[in-house]
């Protein structure tokens, strides 16, 4: 297996610089960075970019662009300003990829969706970005994989793909065949986690946000997605999004050990 590996620093409490030291010294080669962790840095840009390369690792993402797509009138405008002082923070630290989760505002306008997204791709275009796109499990319109890869291709705009979370797909009880139809190189990342258990519908963000699992430590049928990716050839990053509130309490570089680990062992069940 070849492709890059990354942590979500959202695993890891401490310093935006333990994280980042942290993973790296735990082998990965990329990290999706938050916004949060880039205003927690003392040195600003300039700082986590010193980070990253102390640590020789890249970035996945730099994230998150919440609730942009089919913002309704009153809030668009403003919306696309906080869009672009995000793209404009990316290049500077050196991200290629903004991640951009389908809104879970009540008031989405689904008929502004494919515009917005058309918009953001070519804004982020003229600064060589791509716009990582995630459907979620609560989301208002986009909440499956098809659903948000519809939007993608109406979009038309080469740099504008998906981001493939496994929690938004297995939670919902769906599985690797929301896939289907999905070209690999429209595929920028691919986060996983894993839980112990299904939950309600109404109990999903509090298990994405908190009770989030390493992967192989719940039921979630990961080889199955794993098998599908590598199937279609599919060669980009592969990486945690674990949110865990006991994992972030205790020390980052243990951490870090432990969540590499799991995604070794966890990759490799591609091949099986």
Known sequence: MNNPLFLNTILLGGSTAEKIAAAGSAGFDQV??????????????PGVLHALAQADLGLADFQVLL???????????AKRQEALQMLDLAVQVGATSVLAPASTDP?????RIVDDLAWLAQ???????????????WSTVNHTTPAAWRCVQLANQANLGLVIDAFHI?????????????????IFLVQLSDLDRQVSK???KTA???????????????????QRLSAIGYAGPIGLEVFNDALHARDPAEVAQ???????????????
């Not at 908190?210 to 997605?225: T, V």
């Open 258 to 272: 432990e969540a590499m680990a799991a995604l070794r062992r966890v990759c490799a069940l591609q091949n099986q």
């Open 67 to 77: 609730d942009f797509d089919g913002a309704p009138g009153a809030r668009r405008s």
């Open 208 to 226: 994405a946000r908190h009770r989030r699992l390493l992967p192989g430590d719940g039921h979630f049928p990961l080889a199955s997605l794993l």
């Open 123 to 137: 804004q982020a275009a003229t600064r060589g970005l791509r716009i990582a796109y995630e459907a979620m499990a």
């Open 32 to 45: 999706e960075l938050w916004r949060q962790d880039l205003d927690a840095h003392p040195g600003g840009a």
């Open 202 to 204: 109404a109990g999903l």
């Open 170 to 186: 297995f939670a919902l009880g769906r599985n690797a065949s929301d896939l289907d139809g999905i070209p690999a190189e429209r």
């Open 107 to 111: 008031d989405c306008d689904a008929a």
